[in-house]
């Protein structure tokens, strides 16, 4: 089946630093998968960070960016320099597009946590 | 503001008892979808739905019942709750249809205990 594996937290970096979370996927059932990074800030549910659904293309908001590599089959998020606004659980995800809807497979979530 | 509405927010359950998680969204979706979140483990889906009086099993549909009375409201039933589906629970909301139309809007989550 498809899947989706992603850097186990937690993660800890200090205000200014870089960030990468890997995330790289498996895509069995899914011809042209499209890809998702969300986030959960605290108290909240989840909520889109930014999507890519073409091969090659690089998704951008809120500072970070992650491109859709097919040839590695890999999504990292990168983000220059980190702000203490940052901290929350991070989920790469796997989508199909059909007319029936949108099923995502999630990775397990990367807890981000960055020191002032 | 177009949202995704859980409650209760926290339960604590007794194994065996019934539970049921509801789910309200304003967002005129057409579907809805119930995901369970475990340590280790991504979001798995429990159930979804495409509209009004419909249900789906997703991938680990085992011990849940959904209900989809409206529109609106889709709900997760647990008949025969047992400590192994203590986890934290997410809804969501999404238009289904399109490549624009595949973002998920999630709910707060719902953190259940089954002692």
């Known amino acids: 089946g498809d899947s989706v594996t992603q850097t186990e937290g937690p993660v800890t970096v200090s205000e200014s630093e870089s960030l990468i979370i890997n995330c790289t996927y498996s895509?069995?059932?899914?011809?042209?998968?499209?890809l998702f990074w969300y986030v959960r800030y605290p108290g909240e549910g989840l909520q889109l960070l930014l999507k890519?659904?073409?091969?090659?293309q690089k998704g951008s908001s809120r500072g970070f960016e992650a491109t859709y590599n097919k040839e590695t089959t890999s999504f990292h998020l990168q983000k220059a320099s980190v702000q203490e606004s940052d901290s929350a659980v991070y989920y790469c995800?796997?989508?199909?597009?059909?007319?029936?809807?949108?099923?995502?497979?999630f990775g397990g979530g990367t807890r981000l946590t960055v020191r002032p | 503001e177009a949202a995704v509405t859980q409650s209760p927010r926290n339960k604590v359950a007794v194994t065996g008892g019934k539970v049921t998680l509801s789910c309200n969204q304003t967002?005129?979706?057409?579907?809805m979808y119930w995901y369970r979140q475990d340590t280790g483990h991504g979001l798995r889906l429990i159930h979804y739905?495409?509209?009004?009086?419909?249900?789906e099993k997703g991938d680990i549909p085992d011990g849940y019942k959904a209900s989809r009375p409206s529109q609106e409201n889709f709900s997760l039933i647990l008949e025969l709750a047992t400590p192994s589906q203590t986890s934290v629970y997410f809804c969501a909301s999404g238009a289904g249809l399109g490549t624009s139309q595949n973002t998920l809007y999630f709910g707060a989550g719902t953190r259940l205990s089954v002692l």
């Open positions: 895509a069995t059932s899914i011809a042209y998968p499209n």
């Open positions: 739905s495409y509209g009004a009086g419909s249900t």
């Open positions: 967002n005129n979706h057409n579907n």
């Open positions: 890519v659904i073409t091969a090659g």
């Open positions: 995800a796997l989508g199909e597009n059909n007319n029936a809807g949108a099923k995502l497979t």
